[in-house]
């Protein structure tokens, strides 16, 4: 008898491999291999959560527009183009579904994001990478990969895991260069921690096209990640065609009402952003003076890259790290075993690395 077979593709699929949340046989642990928000949600956010679980035997709004309104009214675009997903990943999957299968082609830069191999092999496209100068997204290598069967471009922008960005004008050059049969996926994750003049998140890219989607989420910034709250600025049709696709009531209510107050604490929401404006630079001197190469971010984490000599190699940080607790993210499954993503975390968080780190330092330098 003949076994049951999934779709092409399902099988190459390698699964995601989460940060890890936890150390065998130790309690009280420095998570930072998560880039999730070092001061947590709003306290409004949470109170909304909590007030939600009254209305636990209803409905959610299926059309979630509420959060759209808000979402709208915050960033300056139209609720009826907004799409809000299970986290960014939803929209991804949904994205792909739509626009590729079996014989297309779905492109990313060498060290982007990790589910858009995963995404792509899911509908039986083929991923296809094009590579990096200097761990920055490089537009004519992305371009000049473009085939007859490219269907979608993914650009994180900032970058997960290197942290870098490309600016306003470079991220239009792409969209001008792309085709029209190709949709670009400007995918902003990290967007609102980004303090550089030259950027854009993409709204304006995605307002003048009928080509560009903007993802956005509510994991990172807004300190939500447990709830699963993404969405996406498009085009009216595209809008249409993820409202097609996405499964009936897929933002519970708790979400909904915590985003809604996520969205609006203006005040919790600077004080995210002086914490990482303050603590980012300060980690990243700290460990450049130690003689690590610190990658240049501009989101709320950093990718340090170690030495490959014996005893000194990102893998023996790694296991010197988890020896006092701290938990940075390894990399290797980005195509970059040599480095360690470490998040930005509270004070206390941020000077016990740079102390564990300077010990582990000061063993392989002697």
Not at 90 to 116: M, Q, T, V, W
Not at 175 to 200: C, F, H, M, Q, W
Request: with cysteine; charged share 20%.
């Amino acid at each position: 008898m003949k076994s049951l077979m999934p779709r092409p593709g399902i099988m190459e699929i390698k699964p995601y491999t989460p940060g890890k949340s936890n150390l065998p046989g130790l309690q009280n642990i420095i998570k930072l291999s998560s880039n999730e928000s070092a001061l947590g949600p709003s306290q409004r956010a949470v109170d909304a959560f909590i007030k939600a679980s009254n209305d636990l035997h209803l409905y959610p709004d299926g059309e979630v527009a509420g959060l759209r309104g808000a979402i709208g009214d915050v960033y300056g675009v139209d609720p009826a183009r907004l799409v809000c997903g299970a986290g960014s990943d939803e929209l991804f999957y949904n994205l792909a579904r739509a626009y590729a299968g079996p014989g297309d082609e779905i492109l990313y830069s060498k060290h982007g994001f990790n589910i858009y191999p995963i995404v792509a092999h899911a509908v039986g496209a083929t991923p296809v990478t094009a590579p990096e100068k200097e761990l920055v997204f490089d537009v004519d290598a992305v371009l000049g990969a473009v085939t007859d069967r490219t269907r979608i471009v993914f650009i994180a922008n900032p970058n997960n895991p290197t942290g870098s960005y490309i600016p306003r004008k470079e991220l239009k050059r792409l969209r001008n260069g792309l085709p029209e049969k190709i949709l670009l996926v400007i995918d902003g994750a990290y967007s609102e921690y980004v303090r550089k003049s030259d950027y854009t998140d993409g709204i304006d890219l995605v307002t003048d096209s009928q080509n560009t989607v903007m993802t956005r989420t509510f994991s990172k910034i807004y300190g939500l990640a447990s709830l699963r709250v993404g969405w996406a600025f498009c085009p009216e049709e595209i809008a249409g065609v993820l409202n097609r696709l996405r499964a009936p009531f897929n933002i519970t209510s708790a979400a909904q009402a915590a985003a809604i107050e996520a969205v609006n604490d203006h005040e919790h929401i600077n004080a995210s952003l002086t914490h990482n404006d303050t603590w980012l630079p300060w980690l990243q001197d700290k460990l450049s003076s130690l003689g690590l190469h610190v990658h240049p971010s501009v989101g709320n984490f950093l990718l340090v890259r170690f030495p490959e000599s014996p005893g000194s190699t990102a893998d023996d940080a790694n296991k010197f790290l988890a020896s006092k607790g701290i938990i940075p993210r390894e990399t290797s499954g980005y195509g970059l075993p040599q480095c360690l993503r470490i998040t930005i975390g509270k004070e206390y968080e941020n000077r016990a690395v740079e102390e564990a780190l300077s010990e582990f330092v000061s063993v392989w330098k002697t």
